[in-house]
């Protein structure tokens, strides 16, 4: 997916951005990221409940891949990682910004 561009794929602009960050746990992730300058694997992995540390990994790189997360490895021992929106990423704070109000006035209106 690096450098994956869509000028020449016909299709919804939406179709885009749900490739990029479609899915359960992708603009799950983007939120935690948006509401701290960074974030360990461990403490990502907190957060959300019910994800696999699998599919975490892969979700982490599907979003690394995209250039919308960055990962820096620190050589420590143990090893320390942490994951943080790159500029590209925090491009989509108005979008994820709206799709959490979004989910908060669903949960309203169910109750």
Not at 19 to 30: Q, T
Request: contains cysteine; proline residues 5%; aromatic residues 6%.
């Amino acid at each position: 997916m690096k450098n994956k561009h869509y000028r020449d794929i016909p299709g919804c602009p939406v179709e885009v951005a749900l490739d990029l960050i479609g899915g359960r746990w992708k603009g799950v992730v983007l939120h935690h990221l948006l509401e701290n300058d960074y974030l360990r694997f461990n403490e990502l992995h907190r957060r959300l409940p019910g994800i696999s540390q699998r599919l975490l990994t892969k979700q982490l790189r599907d979003l690394e891949e995209s250039g919308l997360v960055s990962r820096t490895v620190y050589a420590e021992v143990p090893p320390r990682v942490e994951y943080r929106l790159t500029e590209e990423g925090l491009t989509l704070r108005p979008v994820i910004a709206m799709l959490a109000h979004w989910g908060e006035a669903r949960i309203a209106r169910q109750k």
